[in-house]
């Protein structure tokens, strides 16, 4: 109680009135006054400032700041406040649990900027242990189309054996992106029956995004990614180049060259 004999608003529901206020104030602001929805981290930036700064200004001397913190050393320390601190210390831990758990929840809504379909592959990339430069890198299978086409069509088999064990779920088993598992990821397998896919693309883009999977996409795939395993670590450099094989072979399109 002030001197003159009225009561004050305490220090710790005062500051957290000048938080609440100035959150509320930026939303007020942006999204009601100027029309455009402020992004989520320009506003945590700007919250951080607002807080560091009422902070800084509550607690200026050491009156101030024990003032401040009054109610909360009451709360801990005054037996007469036991089902009010048990209330608090259940619903804190409870209320940042849920926070935590909203946070890590998916977006399946459509990203605000474009998303590269096929991301501009590195100049080098690693795989199997070596540094593969992309424009060198060639099927070591792809001769034998004009060279033994026998062995080339043994090849292709071999390739739709090791794409049926391992990809048609995703990929589907007539290659149109509707496998089993597909209505479960977002964005969903590529359809490798489009002229937009593999059509457009050189064996060597496509060796590199089989074996690195999603994690070797660039910043540009982002937001959305993609699920594809690494799958380098569970195919063998020779079972990809012949699943390419196949890709091309089943849809009926040819490779693209560098040149």
């Given at each position: 109680?002030?001197?003159?004999?009225?009561r004050r608003v305490?220090?710790?529901?005062?500051?957290?009135?000048?938080?609440?206020?100035?959150?509320?104030?930026?939303?007020?602001?942006?999204?009601?006054?100027?029309?455009?929805?402020?992004?989520?981290?320009?506003?945590?930036?700007y919250m951080v400032?607002?807080?560091?700064?009422?902070?800084?200004?509550?607690?200026?001397?050491?009156?101030?700041?024990?003032?401040?913190?009054?109610?909360?050393?009451?709360?801990?320390?005054?037996?007469?406040?036991?089902?009010?601190?048990?209330?608090?210390?259940?619903?804190?831990?409870?209320?940042?649990?849920?926070?935590?758990?909203?946070?890590?929840?998916?977006?399946?809504?459509?990203?605000?900027?474009?998303?590269?379909?096929?991301?501009?592959?590195?100049?080098?990339?690693?795989?199997?242990?070596?540094?593969?430069?992309?424009?060198?890198?060639?099927?070591?299978?792809?001769?034998?189309?004009?060279?033994?086409?026998?062995?080339?069509?043994?090849?292709?088999?071999e390739g739709g054996?090791?794409?049926?064990?391992?990809?048609?779920?995703?990929?589907?088993?007539?290659?149109?992106?509707?496998?089993?598992?597909?209505?479960?990821?977002?964005?969903?397998?590529?359809?490798?029956?489009?002229?937009?896919?593999?059509?457009?693309?050189?064996?060597?883009?496509?060796?590199?995004?089989?074996?690195?999977?999603?994690?070797?996409?660039?910043?540009?795939?982002?937001?959305?990614?993609?699920?594809?395993?690494?799958?380098?670590?569970?195919?063998?450099?020779?079972?990809?180049?012949?699943?390419?094989?196949?890709?091309?072979?089943?849809?009926?399109?040819?490779?693209?060259?560098?040149?």
């Amino acid at each position: 109680m002030s001197t003159d004999g009225k009561r004050r608003v305490p220090r710790l529901l005062l500051l957290a009135l000048v938080v609440f206020g100035a959150y509320f104030g930026f939303v007020l602001v942006f999204d009601v006054l100027l029309g455009h929805l402020i992004p989520k981290s320009l506003l945590t930036m700007y919250m951080v400032f607002v807080v560091a700064g009422a902070l800084m200004a509550f607690t200026f001397t050491e009156d101030g700041a024990r003032e401040l913190v009054a109610p909360i050393k009451a709360l801990v320390e005054d037996p007469r406040r036991k089902i009010a601190r048990n209330v608090v210390f259940t619903a804190l831990p409870l209320l940042a649990g849920y926070y935590a758990y909203a946070s890590l929840q998916p977006s399946y809504e459509a990203p605000v900027e474009l998303r590269s379909i096929h991301p501009a592959p590195p100049a080098r990339f690693k795989a199997f242990g070596k540094s593969h430069e992309l424009q060198k890198l060639e099927n070591p299978y792809r001769k034998f189309e004009k060279e033994d086409p026998a062995k080339f069509r043994a090849l292709v088999r071999e390739g739709g054996e090791v794409y049926i064990r391992n990809c048609q779920y995703c990929h589907g088993d007539k290659l149109d992106g509707k496998g089993p598992y597909a209505a479960g990821l977002n964005p969903t397998p590529l359809n490798f029956q489009d002229v937009g896919t593999i059509a457009q693309l050189q064996e060597s883009f496509v060796f590199w995004r089989i074996s690195t999977g999603g994690p070797g996409l660039p910043k540009e795939a982002a937001p959305w990614i993609s699920s594809m395993p690494v799958w380098q670590d569970f195919l063998t450099e020779d079972e990809i180049w012949k699943v390419i094989l196949f890709l091309y072979d089943y849809t009926g399109r040819a490779p693209r060259s560098w040149e």
